[in-house]
């Protein structure tokens, strides 16, 4: 069967890439920039370092820090009204993946109106147009958004995620805004991008661009995730990370996400946990569950990571080494277990039923995802990593 492959957003990647983006936004003619963030970012340096090198390309700029994990579709639509309140004519989503997804969902509210509810796809999107141009700028290595088309929203009325479409105009990846990401940031972040990569090459709809892409984010991020760790302001460990995110949000953003994320969004909503944190601890069990349907995926999973298979070794075996690295690796990096997160086993059993009625993403897993495969799945995740 064909498959078709393809990329929509461009990227500006390389350190002092925030330069070169400034430069950008004055040749294209805009005069007055909105930057979203979160306060952490604001803290940290990084919103007002951006203003002043936008003031250096005769730039005007307004900056709002108060971005929110898991962002409430009230709060876009009250972003929306922000920016257009400003005038402004280009908008800068800066830091994690909420403050980019807000950045990019505020973007289609200020253009079309209405609420952000919609433009959610789970509500019959009827279409928008898109006149302000959105850049997103992460300052960790971890959800990939910069370049995928999904802004995901906490729709309140109903509590749950629910995505809204929109490819920002340019991705800028500059290793330098990433070095402030504390130890836990860093590991939560990378596991994320992890998460994507590994649930990304074992859908349902792989394709060979995007497989490329999963399999060397795997391997990026293994090999430079604890380094980071250790030296946070090492740029090359730092731009490799980024860069592995950026290339498995391309990948998911083709080839989908599924178990692991429908475990993460719950668990995220419903105990108010990082998302990165759900995710990563979903990867050794999502390789174990796609064993026996994706064999050969799970073995170049393998020797992405450098896991030495010993020969004879059948799809399981391969998944339990791999699985095993894995926790390794979260446990060099300090990756939190759900137990140490306060959350009994009890109250993470509970979320199975919501975790696949709520994510139609789950028809994107090899074979059917019953509710009792899913309980099973996250009491793995609670039992095989404390």
């Not at 509810?117 to 006149?131: A, Q, S």
């Not at 995710?279 to 073995?299: Q, S």
Request: with cysteine.
């Amino acid at each position: 069967m064909a498959v078709m492959y393809q990329q929509v957003c461009p990227v500006l990647f390389g350190e002092n890439a925030t330069q070169e983006m400034a430069k950008k936004i004055a040749e294209e003619g805009h005069k007055n920039v909105f930057i979203c963030c979160d306060p952490g970012v604001r803290a940290a340096g990084i919103a007002d370092m951006i203003v002043e090198i936008l003031k250096e390309e005769g730039l005007s700029s307004s900056v709002f820090d108060e971005c929110v994990p898991d962002a409430p579709d009230t709060s876009i639509d009250e972003l929306a009204e922000k920016i257009r309140q400003t005038g402004a004519d280009i908008i800068l989503g800066v830091g994690g993946g909420s403050s980019m997804d807000a950045a990019k969902a505020a973007g289609v509210v200020l253009d079309n109106g209405d609420s952000v509810r919609k433009y959610m796809e789970e509500n019959g999107n009827p279409g928008f147009v898109i006149k302000t141009p959105v850049y997103l700028l992460p300052t960790n290595a971890g959800t990939g958004s910069e370049s995928t088309p999904m802004s995901v929203i906490h729709e309140m009325a109903t509590d749950t995620k629910k995505v809204v479409l929109r490819y920002a105009e340019l991705a800028v990846l500059d290793p330098k805004l990433t070095v402030s990401c504390p130890p836990s940031v860093t590991v939560n972040s990378g596991m994320d991008a992890l998460s994507h990569a590994v649930e990304a090459c074992t859908s349902v709809a792989p394709n060979p661009k995007d497989m490329a892409l999963a399999l060397h984010a795997i391997k990026l991020i293994v090999n430079n995730l604890p380094i980071a760790i250790r030296e946070p302001e090492n740029l090359e460990a730092r731009g490799n990370l980024l860069f592995a995110s950026n290339i498995s949000g391309i990948a998911f953003a083709a080839m989908s996400t599924h178990i692991g994320h429908c475990f993460a969004h719950e668990a995220g909503i419903h105990f108010h946990l990082n998302h990165g944190l759900c995710c990563g601890l979903a990867v050794p069990e999502t390789i174990r569950f796609v064993a026996d349907k994706k064999p050969e995926e799970v073995r170049k999973i393998a020797e992405a990571m450098g896991v030495a298979v010993p020969e004879g070794c059948d799809a399981k075996e391969t998944a339990e080494l791999v699985a095993k690295f894995v926790r390794s690796l979260m446990r060099e990096c300090g990756m939190k277990p759900l137990k140490e997160c306060g959350i009994s086993r009890e109250d993470a059993l509970s979320i199975a039923k919501a975790a696949i009625d709520n994510n139609w993403f789950h028809i994107m897993c090899p074979g059917d995802i019953t509710y009792a495969q899913m309980e099973q799945f996250i009491a793995d995740i609670y039992d095989n990593y404390q």
